[in-house]
């Protein structure tokens, strides 16, 4: 029963050589230090120094702009320069850049990405990050999830990836239990003019443009992009089903009238995958083959933001989300979603400012059933309604108190109650401490109550009439500071009790299995990265994650398999970065990472060496070799025999821009 709901999910979704390679790139920056000294570069080689990078601006722990450095929460931002100087090839691998994620890769498009843990349970995919790109959550109400292949922008086009590790429910509502994902893409006017990028690589290959003007005070974009994967292959040299292609449109449209801005952004999308093994399904004896994945979506947001006389400020954002996921021959799934978000920032009013706002979410989801598998009802329509309310109170000019708090109505489980408060203390101007005390729930999806196995009585499974909603109760304490004008440092240490987890029970007279809600548990762990300028060409980051998870039963439940759970997380992770820049147009960027084993199913731990050369041939020209995996393949996730291994891959990378 568990593998074929986890099979369900995922159709949704030389070592040494490798370490005397990194030891020589890191190496070759201080071989040829003195060379680029004598070349007198420019500062701008370095791009943002490490005092810069803390005054970055950040929205997503308050809703409105604070510098980095006085955010507190746990923040990892990952800018447009990050993402081009490691060659990421799609969102997944942008997200492998913050060292506070677990990002692990089954198969050429199914990931597991998590943070703090809860990277998936014995049977469902990762269902505790709320993802967004720009304002749209992303997250699928059939499972509280991602389906990764079918979230994809023009990496060109992001400005920044604000990563939040702990809850975040009170500004974003249930399902923000261990981190929020803001992906922000830029406005029209900064990507005006045209843009090609072409790539081809061992795996496959994309190619994507980019049109950008003005015309009568509206700034305007539109972009497409194709792609083509191969099939993987397992540890044994057998073939997986997971060769996919995909291809996507989009436009953005920014303008200001007086005191109003307003923006329209709009994509479309057709993909279609191969269903990794196993190949096939049986059903009452019958074998069933598993066919191809046909996803297609449409979207469209638009937002109002009106700057106040008196200081304050409003923004209205709405958006419509369609998709279509048909998923042979278990089930196909149409859903429709329109959103309306309100927000009101109200000017500073003595030692007190305040955020309000409300937010309105509609859904119509209809699932055409098989014998494998039905959602009952199969056609459904569900709404969630919140209000949050956040004050920022200055206690005094080195002391804030942050209290919110949001309740959230949901179909399922009604009102839930989601307050947060936070302290932050600036020890001296390049050192801050903080800390926080939250609750956030996950709210059941159609998954935990509709389910129902085989899509005709009698049933195996036959939904989960009692679960409720995951409830995390998060202790956090944090460090942020530039201990030196070159390095800077961040650290958090953090503690979540969880309640009422979801378990598979077996009925007392054993003759079928319910979801229920009968495991609790703790994780407790430690996050910390920072960034060292060695020289004005070279710079260097680490980040490390330790994690202990203790998951036990509640009484009642007879789920053996719900502790194993916690084996879907490493209990560390450890990522080094060097970036050198040879002069104006030469520049390397090498990276390790190493991933703790995983336990439940096995999988081992494994280093991953990647390494990117990029070189400016002519102004508007750029040309980078990419290589990932070089010291050798391994596996990220999932039972063997039915993952990847994920290969050593090297690809060649050109971006004309005019």
Not at 120 to 136: E, Q
Not at 193 to 219: E, H, K, M, P, Y
Not at 282 to 292: E, Q
Request: glycine share 10%; aromatic share 8%.
């Amino acid at each position: 029963m568990n593998n074929f709901i986890a099979s369900c999910l995922s159709g949704m979704h030389g070592k040494r050589i490798g370490l005397a390679c990194l030891c020589a790139a890191l190496a070759w920056p201080a071989l040829a230090a003195s060379y680029d000294d004598a070349q007198g570069r420019s500062d701008e080689l370095a791009d943002l120094s490490i005092e810069e990078l803390a005054t970055i601006q950040v929205t997503s722990v308050s809703k409105k702009p604070e510098r980095l450095l006085d955010a507190p929460a746990s923040v990892f931002v990952i800018t447009a320069d990050d993402i081009r100087r490691a060659g990421a090839q799609s969102l997944p691998e942008a997200l492998r850049l913050a060292p506070t994620l677990h990002v692990a890769q089954r198969s050429s498009y199914g990931y597991a990405i998590s943070a703090r843990g809860m990277n998936g349970s014995s049977n469902s995919a990762p269902n505790k990050l709320l993802v967004m790109i720009d304002g749209r959550s992303v997250y699928a109400p059939l499972f509280s999830g991602v389906f990764w292949d079918m979230q994809d922008v023009m990496l060109e086009d992001v400005e920044r990836i604000e990563v939040i590790s702990g809850p975040g429910g009170t500004l974003w509502g249930v399902n923000a239990v261990n981190g929020v994902i803001n992906i922000t893409t830029r406005s029209a006017a900064a990507t005006q003019g045209s843009l090609a990028v072409l790539r081809g690589a061992s795996d496959g290959g994309d190619a994507a443009f980019r049109q950008g003007g003005r015309s009568r005070d509206v700034d305007w974009r539109v972009h497409g992009k194709a792609l083509r994967r191969w099939h993987g292959e397992t540890d044994d040299g057998g073939r997986v089903n997971d060769a996919w292609r995909r291809a996507q449109l989009g436009f953005r449209a920014d303008w200001a009238r007086a005191s109003n801005t307003f923006s329209v952004n709009g994509s479309v999308f057709r993909g279609d995958l191969e269903q990794p093994e196993p190949g096939e399904i049986s059903v009452s004896g019958t074998a069933l083959r598993l066919g191809d994945i046909d996803t297609e979506g449409a979207n469209l947001t638009g937002r109002w933001e009106r700057a106040l006389d008196d200081g304050g400020r409003l923004s209205v954002q709405a958006y419509l989300d369609h998709s279509r996921r048909k998923v042979p021959p278990t089930f196909t799934e149409s859903l429709q979603i329109a959103d309306v978000q309100f927000q009101h920032t109200l000017p500073a009013w003595g030692s007190h400012s305040l955020v309000w706002g409300a937010n309105l979410r509609h859904s119509w989801d209809e699932v055409e059933n098989s014998d494998v598998i039905a959602f009952l009802p199969a056609k459904t329509e569900q709404t969630w309604a919140s209000l949050f309310a956040q004050d920022e109170i200055a206690l005094r000019p080195d002391l804030s108190l942050t209290l919110g708090a949001r309740v959230e109505r949901n179909d399922y489980t009604g009102n839930e109650f989601l307050p947060t408060a936070r302290l932050s203390w600036r020890l001296a101007p390049r050192h801050a401490l903080w800390t926080a005390l939250s609750r956030t729930v996950r709210a059941p999806t159609r998954l935990d109550a509709d389910a129902f196995i085989p899509g005709r009585p009698p049933y195996l499974l036959r939904g989960g009439p009692r679960v409720r909603s995951e409830v995390a109760r998060v202790f956090e304490v944090g460090y942020r500071g530039q201990p030196l004008t070159a390095l800077s440092l961040s650290a958090t240490v953090f503690h979540n009790d969880y309640d009422h987890l979801r378990t598979q029970e077996i009925d007392p007279s054993r003759t079928f299995i319910t979801f229920d809600s009968l495991m609790e548990g703790k994780a407790t762990g430690i996050e910390m990265w920072g960034s060292y300028q060695l020289s004005r060409a070279w710079r260097m980051s680490a980040g490390f994650t330790a994690l202990h998870e203790r998951l036990r039963l509640k009484p009642g439940s007879n789920d053996a398999a719900g502790p194993g759970t916690a084996g879907k997380d490493p209990e560390h992770t450890l990522q080094l970065r060097s970036h050198y820049a040879f002069d104006e147009r030469r520049e390397l960027e090498v990276g390790l990472r190493k991933v703790a084993a995983l336990e439940n199913p096995s999988v081992p731990g494994y280093w991953a060496l990647d390494a990117r050369f990029g070189w400016r041939v002519a102004p508007g020209v750029e040309v980078s070799v990419v290589g990932q995996n070089l010291n050798g393949s391994h596996a990220e996730y999932g039972a063997a025999g039915a993952r990847a291994e994920i290969d050593r891959r090297v690809g060649v990378k050109l971006v004309w821009s005019l």
